[in-house]
């Protein structure tokens, strides 16, 4: 790995290596690991993710290196410099039309994707359910047997280069439409309900307490989260903007597979 993180980062400081066959060489070997799984964009270290700058460097120099190409699958065409992925039935996942992923991405044994988009770079671990119009970003990570409701969109991020991506950790359960971006971790077995949407700026608050204990750029382990707004004040006047509202934490006997529902019942809060 050291050999090829060092001609990488050859390539990425002068661009002209990029002509050589042996650069070319090395990059798309990096992108193969990605693809088996075998390499990824970052890992868990301990209680944090490590971020492998020089990886997401070798997915934005792939890029330039390949060349615009007509693909035809059936009635259908793509034009585009990426190939798709394939040998599903090799790997142990299901996939139902209209669902793509690019090669680049890995999906583990397991792995349903419903018609959904998973990019280059991406990992989604086994069990895992991508749910219908659902998008997992470039090199956005995601655990094992989480669930990403119809419509999710995971943020993906290739620059700037030290930014971290998304990480959603095992047994997540992501509702309908949920947004989630700009690196923001979910930690496991938490719940969002349904229109969560959370960026760097985007203040979670924990509300199930005798007092408010507020949250940036992650969710804790186990919380429920639904949709919430608190009153901000401006030049022209105060006003509503929008922040996600810990209201619990899921219950150690709830089963990791239950529906968005069952979860936010015990609650009392319709989504």
């Known amino acids: 790995m050291e050999h090829l993180k060092g001609k990488i980062e050859e390539a990425w400081n002068n661009r002209e290596l990029l002509k050589s066959e042996g650069t070319q060489k090395t990059i798309r070997e990096v992108i193969e690991l990605l693809d088996k799984g075998k390499l990824r964009v970052a890992e868990p270290d301990g209680d944090n993710w490590k971020v492998n700058e020089w990886v997401k460097k070798a997915v934005v120099l792939y890029f330039p290196i390949q060349k615009m190409e007509t693909i035809e699958v059936g009635p259908f065409e793509f034009h585009d410099k990426m190939k798709l992925k394939t040998n599903y039935a090799d790997l142990g996942v299901r996939v139902v039309p209209h669902a793509v992923a690019r090669y680049g991405a890995?999906?583990?044994?397991?792995?349903?994707?419903?018609?959904?988009?998973?990019?280059?770079?991406?990992?989604?671990?086994?069990?895992?359910?991508?749910?219908?119009?659902?998008?997992?970003?470039?090199?956005?990570?995601?655990?094992?047997?989480?669930?990403?409701?119809g419509g999710v969109g995971i943020g993906g991020v290739l620059e700037p280069l030290q930014a971290a991506p998304v990480v959603i950790e095992d047994g997540c359960f992501i509702g309908s439409r949920c947004i989630v971006v700009e690196g923001i971790r979910v930690r496991k077995e938490a719940v969002l309900g349904a229109n969560v949407v959370l960026t760097k700026s985007t203040k979670i608050i924990d509300v199930s307490g005798s007092e408010p204990i507020e949250y940036k750029g992650e969710v804790p382990e186990r919380s429920v989260v639904i949709p919430g707004s608190y009153t901000k004040e401006f030049s022209a006047g105060k006003y509503n903007v929008p922040c996600a509202l810990i209201i619990g934490k899921r219950k150690a006997s709830t089963d990791l597979k239950t529906s968005l529902n069952d979860a936010l019942r015990e609650y009392d809060v319709a989504v």
Do not use: E, F, R
Not at 111 to 120: D, G, L, T
Not at 130 to 139: F, L, N, Q
């Open 106 to 149: 890995y999906l583990s044994k397991g792995v349903i994707m419903m018609p959904s988009y998973v990019n280059i770079g991406a990992y989604v671990d086994a069990g895992t359910m991508v749910d219908t119009w659902a998008t997992v970003g470039s090199c956005a990570q995601i655990g094992k047997d989480v669930h990403l409701s």
